[in-house]
């Protein structure tokens, strides 16, 4: 059972656009969600993180809107740049007892200049 | 601060040969994770250790993985016998305690079962 839906699988955006990934979750028991960056040959970095009481959060040019209701949560990328290309891969925790990231399938993203 | 390492960096094998992997966490991690990155997927847990404890195995194939750390510290993964659907990155991460707010992760091996 996949737990986190993440799209576009790929992204294409000119520098300067404004790229937004999406991810829909199923567990209801996920108490936090990050989004970890990935560039090749490297492993997943953490980018920014929400957790389910605030509906926005910001950092530098990266934010994440999040809709409980809806369980849905997104990333934006204000002012992309060509080194913002990388996959990037939402994940949801889960809750108390047993703290475990559940990942999407990630999104390719290419900022051409 | 040095991050995770993992050891080696690629690996070919035949189908039914047995292979394991190395993992040197962040100090003071207490909580060591190992991951399968199938291409084109996010990482799935395999296992996950707290100090030399294992805390959640319910992904691991204990029909032919087994992982173990010792002493609390390193952590090696174990396949036995491999198949050709093991071909994945095999990441290894680590955190500060068992809250998993944010993993560490080392670059991976790259596993090709042929």
């Known amino acids: 059972q996949q737990q986190v839906k993440q799209s576009p699988q790929s992204l294409i955006v000119q520098k300067g656009g404004i790229p937004i990934i999406n991810c829909a979750y199923e567990?209801?028991?996920?108490?936090?969600f990050p989004w970890y960056q990935q560039f090749p040959g490297k492993g997943p970095a953490l980018l920014i993180a929400?957790?389910?009481?605030?509906s926005e959060k910001k950092e530098g040019r990266f934010t994440i809107s999040f809709n409980k209701s809806a369980k849905q949560f997104s990333l934006h990328i204000m002012d992309s740049q060509p080194g913002d290309s990388a996959t990037y891969f939402c994940?949801?925790?889960?809750?108390?007892?047993?703290?475990?990231?559940?990942f999407g399938k990630g999104t390719k993203l290419s900022v051409i200049p | 601060e040095a991050g995770v390492a993992q050891s080696p960096r690629y690996k070919i094998i035949e189908k039914r040969q047995s292979v394991a992997f190395w993992c040197n966490p962040i100090?003071?991690?207490?909580?060591l994770y190992w991951y399968q990155q199938i291409l084109g997927q996010g990482p799935k847990l395999l296992i996950q250790?707290?100090?030399?404890?294992?805390?959640?195995d319910s992904q691991l194939p204990k029909d032919r993985f087994s992982a173990e750390r010792l002493k609390g510290v390193d952590s090696t993964l174990k396949i036995q016998p491999a198949k050709l659907e093991d071909s994945a990155v095999y990441l290894c991460?680590?955190?500060?305690?068992?809250?998993?707010?944010?993993?560490?992760f080392g670059q991976g091996t790259r596993l090709t079962v042929v």
């Open positions: 929400i957790r389910p009481d605030v």
């Open positions: 567990n209801t028991a996920f108490d936090y």
């Open positions: 991460a680590s955190s500060l305690d068992w809250t998993a707010l944010e993993a560490f």
């Open positions: 250790f707290q100090n030399n404890g294992v805390v959640d």
């Open positions: 994940a949801g925790r889960s809750g108390a007892g047993s703290y475990q990231l559940t």
């Open positions: 100090s003071g991690h207490a909580t």
